[in-house]
């Protein structure tokens, strides 16, 4: 069975919208721009969560953690 990395990358992104709970936990879609991810009209430092490859101008999921100041990236989209 082969899968592409666009259709592993939604699944995992479906699979944290479906199960993590709401705000500020869901996942949200962001751009890097430098060393931060602007998600909406706020921008946050950002971590990468797994071995992901993503520059500037990328679109990724991010989930924003409780009490952080931080953008954690899961995903690339």
């Known amino acids: 069975m082969s899968v592409n990395f666009s259709t592993m990358n939604r699944a995992i992104i479906d699979y944290i919208n479906a199960n993590i709970p709401a705000d500020p ?6 751009t890097v721009s430098g060393n931060k991810v602007i998600i909406g009209e706020s921008s946050y430092p950002y971590i990468p969560t797994v071995d992901l490859y993503f520059g500037e101008g990328s679109r990724v999921a991010c989930i924003l953690p409780d009490k952080s100041n931080y953008a954690a990236v899961v995903g690339v989209v």
């Open 25 to 30: 936990n869901k996942a949200h879609i962001g």
